[in-house]
């Protein structure tokens, strides 16, 4: 199947979704005023909450750590927080940091994740936008290099920069995780205390005693079988994050 496509500037993938950010756009959002929300959902060594075709990809982006008595892998996303308009789009929906702005919206609407194939229902740009413009995807293959070469950036700062990751929340006192899966851990921190530990972490050695983690999880089935594998589950209400489930109801 064959692709085309042409941004006709709607602004509709601008609002309402959250931007995922390199650590350099993390911490250039956090200078300009806005929110960044930080995303952690993790698995196991046994895979337990990965499909066994996407586990290469999983492990290279993510931080091996500790739960109680096993280790556990874990991924963090630091992502620019936008329930409604981004704060960046001016009164005629044009971006107002254009030049400069995230990745991932270079990337929009091509998907990260090689395991997610482009879904144009699933996208917010109107049927114009697929019916003219440059081809995107001929025979099943993207055939954009500009745009390939952003895609590989992207998955190369998500491998190069997981480390500093887990450092930066062990500053925040983020260490609760959702399993892959079956939701996320979503955390909201001071930007302030955000930016700061960005800096502070960024200027210490890279060596460090590896991070803890504990699992919330969506139910006691879950909780079972993740508590079988050696790791620690929390008990608590959760007080300084909030549990997305991904569970059908």
């Not at 990965?50 to 008595?69: D, F, I, K």
């Not at 482009?118 to 019916?131: G, H, M, Q, R, T």
């Not at 081809?135 to 500009?146: C, F």
């Not at 919330?216 to 089935?221: I, R």
């Amino acid at each position: 199947m064959n692709t085309t496509f042409s941004c006709v500037g709607c602004g509709k993938c601008c609002s309402g979704h959250h931007v995922p950010l390199t650590l350099d756009e993390a911490r250039m959002w956090a200078s300009d005023g806005g929110q960044v929300i930080v995303l952690v959902e993790a698995f196991l060594p046994n895979g337990l909450g990965l499909p066994v075709a996407q586990r290469e990809h999983a492990e290279r982006r993510s931080a091996r750590v500790r739960s109680g008595g096993t280790d556990a892998f874990v991924a963090i996303t630091f992502a620019a927080y936008n329930p409604g308009r981004c704060h960046n789009l001016d009164e005629e929906n044009l971006c107002s940091i254009y030049e400069r702005r995230p990745l991932v919206c270079r990337i929009y609407p091509m998907e990260i994740n090689p395991h997610i194939p482009l879904n144009i229902a699933a996208k917010d740009c109107p049927p114009e936008s697929w019916e003219t413009g440059p081809q995107l995807i001929v025979g099943g293959k993207l055939v954009d290099k500009e745009l390939a070469e952003l895609i590989e950036r992207s998955r190369q700062a998500d491998r190069e920069e997981i480390a500093i990751k887990d450092r930066i929340c062990a500053a925040l006192g983020i260490h609760t995780t959702a399993l892959k899966g079956d939701g996320f851990a979503a955390y909201l921190p001071d930007m302030t205390a955000f930016a700061a530990a960005i800096d502070q972490v960024r200027l210490r050695p890279t060596a460090q005693e590896t991070s803890e983690w504990q699992f919330h999880l969506s139910g006691d089935d879950v909780a079972r079988e993740v508590m079988a594998c050696g790791a620690r589950v929390v008990t608590e209400a959760a007080s300084d994050y909030a549990f997305i489930s991904l569970r059908a109801a």
